[in-house]
Structure formats: structure tokens, C-alpha cells
């Protein structure tokens, strides 16, 4: 018998203030697409938010996927009951092995979460 990954679903805490204040993450909610449409991404999703409360007493939970992508704009709005769409900006770079020296002179940004 083969045995086939239906889904997964991954979050994470930030912990604010000594660990006083803790916010939740959705880092990622996976669900093999033959078998979505039956619960189990929201099964998979409510379990990692139940054991985020229980164990970190989290008040705030986040999610954050492409603006295209309104299969799970429409899940997390439905199914787990986010509300607030908060337009943000991703940048990444490629890391290489040596890092690149910036060009220009470039003022560090520190920015302290309270």
C-alpha cells in the first residue's frame, strides 16, 4: 500500500516584549490538490492555530499569500476567519557563498519590534 501526503500546515510565533506578546504565522498551509475541498486544510490549519493558543497564547494571527492567488484569499477569509488585507511588499536577493559588498555607501536600518 503507498501511502500519499494529503497535507501539511506550518505556522510559527514571533514573541514580542519577552515573550508577553506573541503573534501567530501561517508560514504554510498545503493540501495535495486531488484531496482538497474535504476539510482537511482547515483541519491542518486549526490545529496549528489551537496549538499556538494553547501554547503561546497568541492574540494576533497572520497569513500572507501572492494577491492573485484568491483560492487561499478565499480560504483564510472563509475558513479561518481572517479579515484585515494588509498590502505589504516582498523583496528578496539571491545569497551567494562570498556576499557582495553593497555599492554606495548604505546607512543600516534598524528597525526594534516593542
Known sequence: MVRVLAGFAL???LMKNNGKSCIGYLDWVVVEPRFQCQGIGTSLTRRVIDGMKAEYNIKVLIADTPARNMPAINFFISRIG???????????REVKTQP????????PIVRMLS
Do not use: D, I, N, Q
Open 11 to 13: 505556522g510559527s510565533v
Open 82 to 92: 481572517l479579515t484585515e488585507k494588509v498590502p505589504h511588499v516582498y523583496m528578496s
Open 100 to 107: 557582495e559588498e553593497p555599492r554606495g555607501k548604505v546607512a
